[in-house]
């Protein structure tokens, strides 16, 4: 859920180099029929790395990057994942660990995007 990530930026400190533990809650069904509850799944460590320029959808923007990794195997590099998020709060790419690629906007209809 690429929206995740926004939200995992907005909840981040922004100090390079810093973590920041973000608690991933899920919905499970709950104790009657009609019920529902939020439930702790893990909490896991976002890194702030600081800004760099990147190019989207022909723009260069100036952008925040950040880090993921699996809190169940910190070493495990395939299951990284890096993502950048422009100052307006905008997902802009998404690197997964390994090989298993990049995504990133390719269409955009508003403002300017950065610098």
């Known amino acids: 859920m690429p929206w995740a990530f926004q939200a995992l930026a907005s909840l981040t400190e922004r100090t390079p180099g810093h973590k920041t533990a973000i608690p991933l809650i899920s919905l ?12 702790l799944e893990e909490v896991e460590p976002v890194e702030y790395l600081g800004q760099e320029t990147i190019e989207v959808v022909g723009q260069k923007v100036r952008a925040n990057k950040f880090r ?7 070493d495990d590099q395939d299951g990284m994942r890096e993502f950048w ?5 905008i997902l802009l790419s998404i690197k997964f660990g390994g090989d298993r690629g990049k995504i990133s906007l390719t269409k955009y209809h508003g403002p300017s995007l950065g610098s």
Do not use: H, I, N, Y
């Open 28 to 39: 499970e069904d709950g104790e009657t029929g009609s019920g529902v509850r939020l439930k």
């Open 85 to 89: 998020v422009s100052e307006s709060g």
């Open 68 to 74: 993921l990794v699996d809190p169940k195997d910190p």
